[in-house]
């Protein structure tokens, strides 16, 4: 049994560093994962055969079968099936770019998105695996979470700085977080990324945390009034309508 464990975490480990590396040779997944090229020849090859990866003129990439995975899996969730119209109507609202955040192992995961007709594309994507404490949805999500679990995420993840302004000490966050308890909503001040700032609502439904909407914005738009009372009226306005829907079950 410990075998197949080994062996299925090997496989594991493969997936991730093709997607981590980019197109990676055989030598470049041996030299990254400190392997024996032959081990790493028969791991490829059962990825190849099993449709898990493509090979084309000897470099790798993640076939299409994780795309199917990746829709199937965000469509098990009902707020993903429920969300889409309330994100694309704060999207239009805001003319930002807004997204929907869930928590999944102790991670952030952007589960869904909407554009407005000026947003900013950054590096945030769909499926990605971030910390809470440099953004604002994970500080929202943060906030409904009791203290032990705040504490043992923190344990696991550190608190690592991303620029400049981002909160890097636990008693600064741990008092930010009864702020954002107290007013319903978190900031994200260039926190995650220079001149990016955001605001975050936490869905909860029948008790339950269920995500954060959050629209995200230039520092130059995102400011003043604005910031601090008009769109965090907007995002608690979606947020609420996702958790009655959620609650009572609304299409």
Known sequence: ???????????????????????????????????????????????????????????????????????????????????????????????????????????????????????????????????????????ALLSQMPESRVEELIDQQGLPRKTAHTITDYETLREELEEVRDRGVAFDVGEAIQGIRSVAAPVVSDGSLEGAIAVVGPENRLRDDYFRSELPNLVSGAANELELRLEYGIA
């Open 1 to 139: 049994m410990s075998y197949k464990v080994k062996t299925a975490s090997k496989l594991f480990m493969i997936i991730e560093a093709v997607q981590k590396l980019d197109e990676p040779t055989h030598t470049d997944l041996s030299n990254h994962l400190d392997l024996a090229k032959s081990t790493t020849h028969n791991y490829v090859d059962t990825l190849v055969e099993s449709g898990y990866l493509v090979e084309d003129d000897g470099v790798y990439r993640l076939s299409l079968r994780f795309l199917d995975h990746g829709v199937h899996a965000k469509r098990t969730l009902p707020i993903a099936r429920i969300s889409p119209p309330i994100l694309e109507q704060l999207a239009a609202d805001t003319d930002e770019a807004v997204w929907l955040m869930v928590e999944e192992r102790g991670y952030t995961v952007g589960l869904e998105k909407a554009m407005g007709e000026r947003a900013v594309q950054t590096a945030g994507r769909i499926g990605r695996h971030t910390r809470f404490h440099y953004h604002a949805p994970g500080k």
